[in-house]
């Protein structure tokens, strides 16, 4: 997440319209408050941006508190975490009609992380 803040900083005019979607490998329950960002600040810089997490905007769920994994560490199911993100302006938030996590059953075999699924209207 370091290296998404650094970028941030200097391409805060590139994030508009857009969507940020990938492996982070980060969540709030591993924020430090002694370093110059977090997983926290990310988001809320984002947010400022106008830019959220779908997952949590559609689920309702706080940063951290995900009921959901998409990672299953050394996929192990007795190690979930929440670590992969689509993050979105609000253009294809309002056009959002999917927003699926895959499932370990389906998925453990072919990755530990399981894929987050958007689908949207045409624009």
Known sequence: ??????????N???????????DFNSNKIWDEWDRWWNHSDVVNELKE????????KINGEEQGKESIPTLYFQRKIERPYHIDYVFGS????????????????QWLDISDHMPIITQYKKY
């Not at 805060?12 to 990938?22: E, F, H, P, Q, T």
């Not at 941006?49 to 949590?56: A, D, I, N, R």
């Not at 609000?90 to 059953?105: C, D, H, P, R, S």
């Open 12 to 22: 805060r005019d590139k994030m508009r319209n857009i969507l940020l979607i990938g």
């Open 1 to 10: 997440m370091g290296q998404f803040w650094k970028y941030l900083q200097v």
């Open 49 to 56: 941006l106008g830019m959220e997490s779908f997952y949590h």
């Open 90 to 105: 609000i253009e294809f938030i309002n056009i959002l009609t999917k927003l699926e996590v895959g499932t370990a059953e």
